[in-house]
């Protein structure tokens, strides 16, 4: 599945001046987005995508989030006109959350776990909203995101017909000069052995 490449960040709610939104662009570094104070309501980072595509899957990094949820929409449209794409998701427990344990649960939610309507179109921005409502005492948000479209088709080649026989791509063969004979002579030795 091609990796869609996000263009920039639009806005987001709040960052960490030590954790800012860009972090979630530099894919190859592990660093992270937080939101500015422990407790907040929720947290949210818009992206700008390069191009308008179908996302068929997605890949979540958390950062102390409990729940993350995440919408799509198009630049044509207003900015409050969003669909969501991937329903409100667990990443931590209450018990979890409380105790800090797991802080960075990653999860892959393939096309059968997102919105049925949402995959079938293509969007140019996406939204993540994060909330923690089980500790008011941390800051949270996202560890990665990681979009992906659908796999390419590839389509056959069709066969190039010589009359009516077809005729097959040439293959790598193994054979080698003298090769046939060489397990004829073993079974031979083996016979005079007996």
Known sequence: MPKIKISHIISFSSED???PANNLLKSDSYRKWKCKEP???EASVLFQLEKAVQIDSIDIG????AFVEVLVGRSSQSSDEFKVLLMTSSFMSPM???NVVNPNRVRMFSSDKLDSSSVKEKWDRVK???TQPFNKHIQYGLSFLNLNSPPEKVEPK???MFGKFSLRDEEKDDIKAGSLFDGYKGKQEVGILK
Do not use: T
């Open 128 to 130: 993540v909203v994060c």
């Open 17 to 19: 001046p030590n954790f």
């Open 158 to 160: 069709a066969p190039i």
């Open 39 to 41: 407790g907040e309501k």
């Open 62 to 65: 958390n950062e102390c989030s």
């Open 96 to 98: 979890e959350a409380r």
